[in-house]
Structure formats: C-alpha cells, structure tokens
C-alpha cells in the first residue's frame, strides 16, 4: 500500500553534491562515507562534506553504459585491516569483466591493491551487469553479476554473467560451494538463473541471503539466496520484452525457486539494506528498504516469518532516481540519487514531527 508524502514525516535532506554518476555508499567505522563514482572516482564524505580531493589509486575502470567504478565494501574488521573491496568493470565493450580488487585505505589513497577476481569468460556489451557486493553469514564475499542482455548465460553454469558467485576474502574459492568439482560449471558460481541483481544483504538477523532482481518489463524479485539454487531466468519470468513480446509463458516451474516478492510492473530496484536504530519508527525495525531508479521512490517492504507483509513507498519522484540506501550506525538513512549531478540526502524527522516529540511546558 502506498503512503502519501503528506503523512510521511521525514524529509530528504541534502548532504553532499554534486556527484557524478554515483552508484555506492559505504560508511566507515569511524562515521566517514565512501561514495564511488561511476567514472572511477572514490569519493570521501566528512561531517556532511564532500571533499574536494579524490582518493587516489582506484584502478583504471571501463564506462559506458552500466558500466564503470561500482560497489564498495568496508572489511568487517576495517579498524585493524584498513581494507576495502570494490567491484569495478574493466576490458572493452567487445570483451569484458566484473572484477574484485582489494586495497588498503591509507589517508587519501588506496594501496597495497590486488585484483581477488574477475568473472568469465568475458562477454560483450556494458549494460545488465550486477556487480553487487555483501559479505555473507559465513563471511564469505558474495558477488551478482548480470547476463549483459544475453539470456542464455544465465543457465550456462561455464558462464559467470547471470549468477551469483562466492569466494573467500583473499579471493580463493571454498571448498563447499556447490559447483566445485564439477567440470561442466565454474567453481564461483553459487546461485544462477539471475537477469540482473541490483540488491544483496544478509544483515537481515534471520541468517538468510536475500537479493533483489531486475525483471525486464516488468517481473522485478526478491529473493532468498541458495547455495546451488536456480533462480529461473529466461525460462520463468513475470515480465515481458520491452516490445512487449513474451519471453516464457511460464512463472514458475520444477527446480526453479519463486520469488518471495515480485513487481508488476516494474519498479528497478537499485540496492536493498535492512533496517535497525531508534531514528525511525519501532515497526521499521528489520524492514527491507529498497531504492529505485524507475519508481523514484523509496520502498519499504515489512516481513514475518520470510514473508513480505506490507509495502510502503515514500518520496515519490521528490529527490529522482535512488541509486543506494545505506543506514548509517546511529540509525539515519542515506539516500543516493543517480545522474550526472546527483545528491547524498539523509532522511531527517520533519519539523511537525519534532515539534510532537516536545515535551509539553
């Protein structure tokens, strides 16, 4: 069910700009924002400052299209590793790759850099890329990766585009995912069947892997991640070509795994955080919340028991395109727009609100 903004009280409010084709927020341990810039730019936020200077050292990236500079993921014990992994596509249009380097943060530059993985075989085309990246409950890496507008590697298990795969911190590959051994699929490979997976978490507190799944027109998804799972796409779908044209009759079928949630018509759902701290309301604990590039909104989706309830939208068209919700440790959410002059904004109780929350004198 949607709310009107009119009894939403909170308010976007701009932090930092204008950035360039932003596509990740990560907070440090200390309260600092990473902002990574499509182009290859690595961006430090400071007390709701955008610093002017550039983090040095990011590696050299391939834009156009989807492509470019994308996910940042701030190791779990930063304070005594420093360390971040980025994903990043590198290659030509006619070849390319998502890749993982991990560096070291030293001040304004990042050191000590290694390339831990980099997709394959490489494929052609910028567009449909995943690149997604969330430590899971095992703290292992996990990774999305689109099928780059060709449907038939999402079931291809020699393909990496379309899946989800995962690898330890140093980039090695464990010896219980569910494709090792196998000489007709890649060892990486932990999920597949995947379009374009925009969205992954396992901070949810149920130990459980959830992804959020661009649908072509139409058929966005949420899902809960399974070692070895076939998540169905091209042979199910709720969506259909852009024209219109019906890509499978069928939205469900044996050993393929349904979606808990879907979105019809589609909504693009950008990135997925769950949500704790005592800022927003005590029902918004545990909740899903969901930015989206063509909905303009920001999506609220409340579970029991592995089940979407209820969903709520906010901010209709009022700050754009949502590229990246993060939620930072004293419980306030960050908002990340898209486009060429995009905004940092953190939702912020409204005037009215406060005033409620006064003590009467």
Same mark, same amino acid.
């Given at each position: 069910m949607d709310v009107a903004d009119g009894d939403f009280p909170y308010e976007a409010r701009k932090i930092a700009g204008p950035l360039v084709l932003p596509w990740s927020i990560? %907070? /440090?341990p200390d309260g600092r924002a990473l902002v990574t810039e499509r182009p290859g730019r690595l961006r430090m936020i400071e007390? !709701? =400052? /955008? /610093?002017p200077e550039v983090i040095t050292g990011t590696p050299e990236v391939l834009t156009g299209g989807h492509a470019g500079l994308l996910d940042i993921l701030v190791d779990q014990d930063f304070p005594n590793t420093h360390l971040l992994f980025l994903s990043y596509m590198h290659g030509t249009r006619e070849a390319s790759t998502i890749r993982v380097v991990r560096a070291r943060l030293d001040g304004m530059s990042l050191i000590d850099k290694q390339v831990i993985f980099d997709s394959r075989p490489a494929l052609k085309g910028? !567009?449909?890329?995943? *690149? =997604?990246?969330?430590?899971?409950?095992d703290g292992m890496i996990y990774l999305t990766l689109g099928e780059h507008m @060709?449907?038939?590697h999402a079931q291809d298990l /020699? &393909?990496?585009g379309g899946k989800i795969v995962r690898f330890n911190r140093d980039g090695s590959i464990p010896d219980d995912n569910p494709f090792v051994g196998h000489n007709d699929a890649q060892p990486e490979i932990y999920s597949y069947g995947h379009r374009n997976p925009q969205g992954l978490i396992s901070n949810a507190g149920d130990g459980l892997i959830w992804s959020l799944e661009h649908g072509p027109k139409g058929g966005d998804e949420l899902n809960v991640i399974t070692s070895g799972g076939n998540y169905g796409w091209p042979v199910v779908t709720y969506g259909v070509n852009y024209d219109d044209t019906i890509i499978s009759d069928r939205t469900s079928a044996s050993g393929m795994i349904d979606p808990i949630y879907k979105w019809v018509p589609s909504v693009a759902p950008s990135s997925l955080v769950s949500y704790s701290g005592n800022v927003m309301p005590d029902d918004? @604990?545990? &909740? %899903?919340?969901? *930015?989206t590039l063509v909905g303009e909104c920001l999506v609220r989706l409340q579970l029991n028991n592995g089940m979407v309830v209820k969903e709520e939208r906010y901010l209709h068209h009022k700050i754009g395109r949502i590229r990246d919700v993060a939620v930072a440790a004293d419980g306030y959410i960050y908002l990340l727009t898209d486009g060429t002059e995009a905004s940092l904004y953190r939702l912020e109780p409204s005037e009215d609100l406060v005033a409620s929350r006064r003590p009467l004198q």
């Open positions: 990560a %907070f /440090l007390g !709701d =400052r /955008l /610093l910028v !567009d449909m890329i995943g *690149g =997604r990246l969330a430590f899971g409950p @060709q449907k038939e /020699l &393909n990496d918004w @604990q545990g &909740n %899903f919340l969901i *930015g």
